[in-house]
């Protein structure tokens, strides 16, 4: 990292540019003065070339239309022609441009590769690949010919065939750092993440200040639950490039799965000074928030969430967490409602809305909701207990030792069903059932003896049950 320490110093770079404006300038001067030389095709060229290179793209057209009035038969001139059409993202006019000049020279190989890019650019990946490969028949070795094809297959998710381009152009020059960029981005995709890895460490040896493998790199490494190195390279990224916000996102994500929620606040506040309308951003500082147990201001941030996009169920949830946890279930309930409307087949929300409407005293609804829960996810354990639990309370013991059978089939282990299937047979008047669901729920925890002796005062003095608690 103490290689990074100077990025000022690529402030003393702009001379040459400076030096190409002063050029274009002249130019223009002459141009307008109506000066004999600016008719010559190798002026016309370099002003052409000089526009190009500093993104002047509209009069880089004008020259370049002036030099074609000149040489209409300028094959060169009606590729640059394009070029510059492309660029300017007038796509349809640059492939007609591309046509001219192929009908001049069909055998140049770069015609057909430029004329893919902007094929390309326009999503005709299969034309794109078709020029591509005709350029490859043309050049078989077309280092641009092979990165194009690789890089529009990427776009069509065939990223094995990408990959095998990309290894075939390191092959020859090891040091194409693009290419080593491109693979590392196909072996993510191959969920390669290692691989991906490996590849983004060899393109930044080569181009260190590219922000985006710094940021991709971070991307690949919090998948892989390496954390800290991921916020290393977000900061990278972030050197480079000060207004980052998906970096700045990305991070505190980062810092909050390793637990470290003040600088994962400080991340998406960062991120929301850039982004003020970045809705997942206001949902994860609501998030971390929640985890501080500042359940106030997190239900701030879920609301800003909301107002950026009221179709965001998870920060309906999210706020209807918090407002269960500052004792408001009625507020609760209403975001759990609303969630359901916008994503019905959501288990976990289901399972919330049970939980507050139970608090609520709103028994049946409750069950109706643990039952949605049960639908979606039959094979939760906790909530069959709850399920059978709340039945159990509800006097519905014979609906409430099915559900618990189903829990304890789940989850065999799981004192609580054990002791809440002994009250469930209590209720029913089956003591034998009572006594041995009561001697596996102590088994597997003893502190459930104090709560039956606090529940069942008459019964933990009866010398059947005694002998199990032991107290």
Known sequence: MQAFDHFDDDDQAPKPRRRRDDDVARFREQLKNGEKDINSTETLEEIIQLCFETEQFEEALSYCDRLLSFE?????????????LNNLTRYEEALEAYD???????????IHVNRGITLDNINRVEEAVEAFEYALTLEPGSEEALFHKGVTLEKMDRFDEAVEIFRR???????????????????????????SVNCYD?????????????????????????????????????????????????????????????????????????????????????????ELGQYAKAVECFTKAIEFDDLHYESYFGRGC???????????LADYRKALSIAADYPELWYARADAEYNLKRYEDCLLSYRMVLKLDPTNAEAWFDYGDTLQELGKTDEAVIALTECLRLAPQFAPAFYSMA????????????????????????????????EFPSLSAMRDFRRFLNL
């Open 322 to 332: 918090s407002y269960d946890a500052l004792d408001e279930p009625r507020k609760a």
């Open 100 to 110: 001219q000049a192929l009908n001049l020279n069909p055998a140049d190989a770069e």
């Open 423 to 454: 009250k469930a047979h209590l209720l029913r008047g089956n003591k034998a059932g009572a006594l041995e669901s009561l001697k596996k729920a102590f088994e597997l925890d003893a502190e459930l003896k104090k709560s039956f002796v606090v």
């Open 202 to 290: 060899e393109h930044l040896d080569r181009d260190p200040f590219n922000y985006n493998a710094w940021y991709n790199r971070g991307i690949v490494l919090n998948r892989l639950g390496r954390y800290a190195q991921a916020i290393e390279s977000y900061e990278l990224a972030l050197a480079i490039k000060e207004d980052f916000a998906a970096a700045l996102y990305n991070m505190g994500n980062a810092y909050a799965n390793l637990g470290r929620m003040l600088e994962a606040i400080e991340a998406y506040k960062k991120t929301l000074e850039l982004e003020p309308g970045d809705v997942p951003a206001w949902h994860n500082l609501g998030n971390a928030y929640e």
């Open 169 to 195: 152009i390191l092959a020859v020059n090891p040091n194409h750092h693009e290419a080593w960029y491109e693979l590392g981005y196909c072996h993510d995709f191959l969920d390669q993440m290692e691989e």
């Open 72 to 84: 209409p038969y300028n094959a060169d001139a009606w590729q640059r022609r394009g070029m510059i």
